[in-house]
């Protein structure tokens, strides 16, 4: 059924040809949509490599020796490509010590390797067997072929040809192995010619700064020098292939780094500019925006666990809004080595004592990081004595005094601070200082006249000294004196650019629902009341057809555990649940551990020591806990089609590096954690939990809100408590949108009447949202997106890619409107507060370019739906449409167009060409505006 909503009732014939087969066009052309031109090309030789951040570029070289290969690299745009030394041996490598010592003529001292007779066959044999093709079979399918100029250091003048000729069959050898194998070539002018063919790019190092390996020094390439290259290239690219050069710059003047890859750029040239051993995150015809925060706390600080520390707890959830993920750093261990310029965004460091950075020098370290040009931040302490010399270095000088007469006051300062708080001046935190580069942002003076800076924005970054970060109201609550959104975003320097946002897609606030298996086995409290998992299906889970994730205590249910008689009858119900189609499921444990590590403290066990199940003749073990109840629900209550990956964390939601390695390896998404509880009468940020916390390399995702738990006492009354929910609701979509809606519970809820009245109100309250109806699974997904999406300036736009599953970006107001033209792949926009949210299109990249110009173009403003397909036409848009609830589409610039889609009728309340209500399920829609 075709259903045309317009100001006259009337459609064009053709589209309805044109609908028929959308789905076919508009899934062909996603799959085309591919990497745009010109070519963008890194270098990255070292270990531990910015995978996230490389992933911006279409091309990138490392050295298979290293950790980066293939298979952890995974498909997408971006390609690995393997360094290959054919001119060369290096004796570090094993295959050097396989090569017979006749195959070497001579060295390279420079470098320390051995030139090899690269005209021998039996070198070239084994070249191809023990080199390239274990490469290939590790998969990689492109190569970087270094060092082919090498045999000019050894061979006489007369080898030269047959030198020539050895390199010419090599390469042709390779491509004749392996057809598709796309090649790279270092230099390599002389047989250019006659291998072009075979070529895919040709690079040269060294075109406006070099580096001498025998001087140890950089420096600058001669004008003559430059123009002979520039010849060379340019005679390649008159063959039709691309050219790269690879410039060198001292990592800590990324200002010449990036200034040496605008120069190469505009010759038409793809640049790569990094430091002398390729180790660090340089310059290519892209600039990637970090999006990581080094965030440096005290080990000793929360009983030796990150989640407890000030900078988890309050610092992250801003940096996240901000737009940045956080890698969390003890002080007590070393500092990191590589290279920080183009990885980090910047630091923030919030120590626990005065002392807390000496063990590591933290003093010389942030030395390295001014010298880098990355910002760093002290919050309350710099962590290590602030001499009067090292003061000097970083614009401040310290003021000599006898004492300090109190109390202290406030001179002067900033709107930055009494965001939540004022600032209390303290003259026990009294630091007598003058800030001799940079702005003051707070200054306070002693009852003698003595003053300090207390805070400031410096060139290097900022600083926040003593109790005026924060103000502890009590042991459990804090309130921000500084506001963290905007003290952060200018001590830190963060750039203007899109920010990838968790809470909206397609213009729409997310709304989500998990349960926790608690309570699935109690009964109702009220007479004929049933089982609480009944009651719950029956009140709610049939009532409210929305997505929902339900997670099972597989210790109650399963025939050897607490209820051997009650399973057939337990497991049953949890079948029907889980049968129903908008319920995923997901395991909640097998005995429901308060405690994840052995070595967390016993603190708050006892207040809840009712969440532990006591299995007889159980001992705790992970691997029960997490696969063990995976797999029970697979294999026994998930119906067929339907299978679970999501792990619910139970207890204090503490789990170690351990528990979340297994959770990952069992290919299982996890959530839960954090607190989210931020009321009118607890009205402060500081009650809103960032994303997660990073265990090592794997990522705890927090939920978004918390539990009925929690808004009950513990469940030890105000059994009504949870409609409190709708405040932390309002307060975390409003001045700012900090979360999704997430409708969070227990089975328990449903076995009294006041808990369950709750949780009505809480789902009665969304369905009168215009909200976006998702899994709790999509949700983990979009987290863990957010920290994998790489943003990359390229001129006067900015090229994002992810997996897909993030597909909101959020700008301010005042930076404009988003440039729609079809590649893009920007489906439209909405505003929200002083936000403008940018909703992109399937494939997991786009453009954005701004302008001062409000777009002419038809664009979806907002929809409830995924767009599983999405493009511009020269007629309007075709798209591919799929939502899990009736959902309406509203077209932006819709005006005088027609909203066209041969699915199923339209539901009531489309009035006008602008909007269009569908039922849930898959659409083919097209907006036809010619």
Not at 328 to 357: C, K
Not at 427 to 450: D, R
Not at 899 to 920: N, R, Y
Request: hydrophobic content about 40%; aromatic content about 10%; charged content about 20%.
């Amino acid at each position: 059924m075709f259903v045309v909503l317009s100001g006259r009732n009337h459609f064009l014939a053709h589209l309805r040809l044109q609908l028929v087969v959308m789905i076919i066009v508009i899934l062909a052309a996603a799959a085309a949509w591919g990497t745009p031109a010109p070519l963008s090309v890194a270098f990255y030789y070292a270990d531990n490599p910015p995978v996230n951040e490389l992933k911006a570029f279409d091309i990138v070289v490392v050295d298979p020796d290293h950790s980066l290969n293939p298979a952890s690299y995974g498909d997408g745009p971006s390609r690995l490509f393997a360094y290959v030394s054919v001119g060369e041996a290096d004796p570090q490598r094993i295959s050097t010590n396989k090569m017979d010592p006749a195959w070497l003529i001579g060295d390279n001292k420079a470098w320390k390797s051995r030139v090899v007779d690269v005209s021998n066959p039996e070198w070239r044999q084994f070249f191809l067997d023990k080199v390239v093709e274990p490469l290939w079979q590790a998969g990689y399918r492109g190569f970087f072929l270094d060092t082919l100029d090498s045999y000019h250091l050894a061979a006489s003048k007369e080898a030269l040809p047959a030198m020539q000729a050895g390199l010419v069959e090599t390469i042709r050898a390779i491509r004749k192995r392996h057809p598709e194998a796309r090649l790279i070539l270092n230099r390599g002018f002389e047989i250019f010619e006659r291998i072009k063919g075979d070529v895919f790019a040709v690079a040269a190092e060294s075109l406006f700064h070099n580096f001498n390996p025998a001087t140890g020094q950089y420096g600058s390439v001669t004008e003559e020098d430059r123009q002979w290259l520039l010849s060379r290239l340019s005679e390649v690219q008159k063959s039709g292939v691309p050219v790269i050069a690879i410039d060198y710059v001292p990592p800590g003047n990324r200002s010449l780094t990036r200034q040496t890859a605008a120069k190469i750029k505009a010759l038409g040239i793809t640049p790569w500019v990094s430091d002398k051993a390729l180790s660090g995150l340089g310059v290519g015809r892209l600039e990637v925006m970090p999006r990581v925060i080094l965030g440096l706390y005290d080990g000793a600080e929360g009983d030796g666990d990150a989640f407890f520390t000030n900078l988890q707890r309050y610092a992250v959830m801003p940096l996240n809004y901000l737009g940045y993920s956080v890698k969390l750093h003890d002080l007590s261990t070393p500092l990191p080595a590589e290279i920080l310029a183009g990885r980090y965004a910047g630091v923030v460091v919030w120590a626990n004592s005065g002392q807390s950075g000496e063990k590591q020098d933290l003093k010389k370290w942030t030395l390295r990081c001014i010298t880098e040009e990355v910002p760093i931040v002290f919050l309350e302490r710099f962590g290590f004595p602030l001499d009067s010399e090292f003061a000097a270095g970083l614009g401040l000088e310290l003021t000599p005094f006898n004492r300090l007469a109190p109390p202290a006051r406030v001179v002067s300062k900033d709107a930055i601070f009494g965001f939540e708080q004022q600032p209390l001046p303290n003259i026990e935190t009294f630091l007598p200082m003058k800030l001799k580069s940079g702005t003051p942002l707070l200054q306070l003076a002693s009852a003698n006249g003595i003053t300090s800076d207390a805070a400031a924005i410096t060139p290097w970054g900022g600083y926040v000294y003593g109790k005026y970060v924060l103000t502890q109201l009590l042991e459990s609550q804090a309130a921000w004196v500084v506001d963290p959104f905007r003290f952060f975003k200018q001590a830190l320097r963060l750039p203007d650019m899109p920010i990838p946002d968790t809470t909206t897609e397609n213009g729409l606030r997310l709304l989500l629902s998990h349960v926790d298996g608690d309570g699935f086995e109690s009964r109702a409290e009220w007479r004929g009341g049933r089982l609480a998992a009944e009651e719950l299906k029956n009140s709610i889970l049939d009532r409210y057809k929305i997505p929902v994730t339900i997670s099972l205590i597989t210790s109650s249910l399963a025939p050897d555990g607490l209820y051997p008689k009650k399973s057939a009858q337990l497991e049953g119900i949890a079948r029907g649940i889980l049968a129903l189609p908008w319920v995923e499921g997901a395991s909640h444990s097998f005995s429901h551990p308060f405690r994840w590590k052995p070595d967390q403290s016993d603190t708050g066990i006892e207040a809840e020591s009712w969440h532990t199940v006591k299995v007889p003749n159980y001992t705790f073990n992970l691997d029960a806990e997490i696969s063990g109840s995976l797999n029970y629900i697979n294999e026994r209550l998930m119906p067929p089609g339907k299978r679970t990956r999501i792990f619910q964390w139970t207890g204090n939601c503490l789990p170690g590096e351990d528990a979340l390695r297994l959770a990952y390896q069992a290919d299982a998404l996890n959530i839960n954690g954090g607190s989210t509880l931020i009321s009118t009468s607890n009205l402060t940020v500081t009650e809103v939990a960032p994303l997660g916390i990073s265990r090592g390399p794997w990522f705890q995702v927090f939920a978004p809100n918390q539990n009925e738990n929690v808004y009950t006492n513990l469940w030890s009354g105000n059994f009504y408590g949870y409609s409190r929910i709708i405040e932390t609701f309002q307060l975390t979509d409003s001045p700012r949108r900090l979360k999704p809606v997430n409708i969070y519970y227990h089975f328990y809820s449903a076995t009294k009447e006041a808990s369950l009245n709750a949780l009505r109100r809480a789902y009665d309250w969304a369905m009168a949202q215009p909200l976006f109806s998702i899994y709790t699974s999509e949700y983990i997904e979009k987290v863990l997106d957010f920290n994998r999406t790489v943003i990359a300036r390229d001129d006067d736009s900015w090229l994002v890619r992810n997996n897909g599953k993030l597909r909101e970006l959020r700008i301010p107001r005042e930076s404009g409107y988003p440039d729609l033209t079809a590649g893009s792949n920007i489906a439209g926009f909405t505003d929200n507060n002083d936000n403008r949210y940018l909703h992109l299109g399937p494939g997991g990249e786009a453009r954005v370019r701004l302008t001062s110009s409000v777009p002419a173009a038809p664009y979806i403003e907002t929809s409830g739906a995924y767009l599983d397909a999405f493009e511009r036409t020269p007629a309007g848009l075709q798209m591919i449409t799929r939502g899990y609830v009736p959902f309406e589409v509203k077209i932006g610039n819709g005006q005088g167009c027609r909203l066209i889609t041969p699915s199923a009728p339209v539901l009531p309340g489309a009035s006008d060409t602008t909007s269009i209500k569908l039922p849930e399920g898959s659409h083919a829609l097209a907006v036809s505006c010619q």
